[in-house]
């Protein structure tokens, strides 16, 4: 004990910075009870008070973080800095970056999303803000070596390589290897060799032209990372509580419900526009067939019996090839290929079969049968 104490006078008090050695404590302290607090209230303890709800408002704790946040820094300047007003500031203020980072989330999402997956961004944030101000309370040196005389261009060229290592590191996806290695230097040179995770920076601008290089990749994440992440959720589930599963009126699921209607009903618009063009498609040829003209561009004459037009007796069923009364021309019949081909892709693009209704000309429809209603049967041709 009294070897802590000496320390802690020599390294803190000594070195001025008990103000951030406090504040760190606040911290850590203000997020492990405020944890504690929201598992009691979400397990309905009855001897844990539970939310503040004044009035049925429910006050979320980054209201009450914001406060201790604004006394802290406020009083710091009020006060010119002077001891011991400083610290109790800087513990103040280390109390209000819990609560307040505690929900990160809930400020980053606009949404309460505390108890989903997108709440451990929450736990992301504390963590990474406790390891920033340890970093700035061991002297931003790696492992709290002090710089001298005879070492200084040795520790400003490891400072400088690990930094340019955890930059790397981060941008390969290896998040937690590039945090930690800024306090331990050969943790973010490993993490900077490796191979970068494939939904990394790093892998969409240097593995895109290298398949071998991605799958090798693809295979140590299904392998390594999966692992790590399975114990990293286990531990963020051991602090923090472990998400609970989206229910139905949760806002989040009616977000994702009203997407997915909106792409469903989107689908079907455009089903039925192709649908609608298809059919009009259809229309038009049927009324400009039923007018005297053909659908490639040729005429017909009509007859006084619906044969006319024709040089032979294959004019005979030529009228009822589009439901009309009248006859083909001979010259349409014998267009040559290109009136075939252009009938063929009008008839494909409309959306339907390359096959023609074939009625005797003059012969009125059957009762009850609609005049546009077609038996599928290849157009007959003498």
């Known amino acids: 004990m009294t070897t802590l104490l000496d320390g802690y006078r020599e390294h803190i008090v000594g070195a001025h910075k008990q103000p951030l050695f406090l504040l760190l404590v606040g911290f850590i302290?203000?997020?492990v009870f405020i944890r504690f607090s929201v598992r009691m209230i979400r397990a309905q303890v009855r001897w844990w008070p539970g939310n503040v709800t004044p009035g049925g408002l429910h006050i979320h704790h980054m209201v009450f973080g914001l406060g201790f946040l604004l006394v802290g820094g406020i009083g710091v300047f009020a006060t010119y800095g002077g001891h011991p007003w400083i610290d109790l500031?800087?513990?103040l203020f280390g109390i209000g970056c819990g609560l307040v980072l505690d929900e990160f989330a809930l400020i980053l999402h606009l949404d309460d999303v505390y108890w989903s997956e997108q709440g451990r961004k929450s736990v992301d944030a504390v963590i990474f803000g406790i390891l920033f101000t340890g970093l700035l309370l061991v002297g931003y040196v790696p492992l709290g070596a002090e710089p001298t005389g005879e070492t200084r261009w040795g520790l400003v060229t490891v400072i400088?390589?690990?930094?340019?290592?955890?930059?790397?590191?981060?941008?390969?996806?290896?998040?937690w290897t590039g945090l930690l290695g800024i306090m331990v230097p050969g943790l973010s040179w490993v993490g900077?060799?490796?191979?970068?995770r494939p939904s990394?920076?790093?892998?969409?601008?240097?593995?895109?032209?290298r398949p071998r290089r991605r799958a090798r990749a693809l295979r140590r994440e299904r392998r390594l990372h999966r692992r790590a992440d399975i114990a990293r959720t286990w531990l963020f589930d051991?602090?923090?509580?472990?998400?609970?599963?989206?229910?139905?009126?949760h806002p989040a699921a009616h977000r994702v419900a009203e997407r997915m209607a909106a792409r469903a009903s989107a689908h079907l618009d455009a089903h039925a526009a192709r649908a609608l063009s298809?059919?009009?498609?259809?229309?038009?040829?049927?009324?400009?067939?039923?007018g005297g003209e053909h659908p490639s561009g040729s005429h017909r004459t009509a007859g006084a019996n619906g044969n006319g037009g024709?040089?032979?007796n294959g004019a005979a069923y030529g009228g009822a090839a589009y439901g009309g009364q009248g006859g083909y021309d001979g010259a349409a019949d014998q267009a040559g290929p290109r009136g075939g081909s252009q009938r063929r892709r009008r008839t494909v693009r409309a959306g339907r079969g390359r096959t023609y209704a074939v009625r005797p000309t003059g012969q009125p429809l059957r009762p009850g049968r609609h005049r546009w209603l077609r038996t599928h049967t290849r157009r007959m041709s003498r």
Do not use: E, Q
């Open 29 to 31: 302290t203000s997020f």
């Open 200 to 209: 990394s920076p790093w892998a969409r601008w240097r593995y895109a032209g």
């Open 310 to 312: 024709a040089a032979g």
């Open 278 to 290: 298809r059919r009009s498609a259809r229309l038009a040829d049927r009324r400009s067939a039923a």
């Open 238 to 249: 051991l602090i923090a509580g472990a998400p609970d599963k989206v229910s139905a009126n």
């Open 192 to 196: 900077a060799i490796r191979l970068a």
């Open 89 to 91: 500031f800087g513990l």
């Open 160 to 175: 400088s390589v690990n930094a340019l290592a955890m930059v790397v590191t981060l941008l390969k996806g290896k998040m």
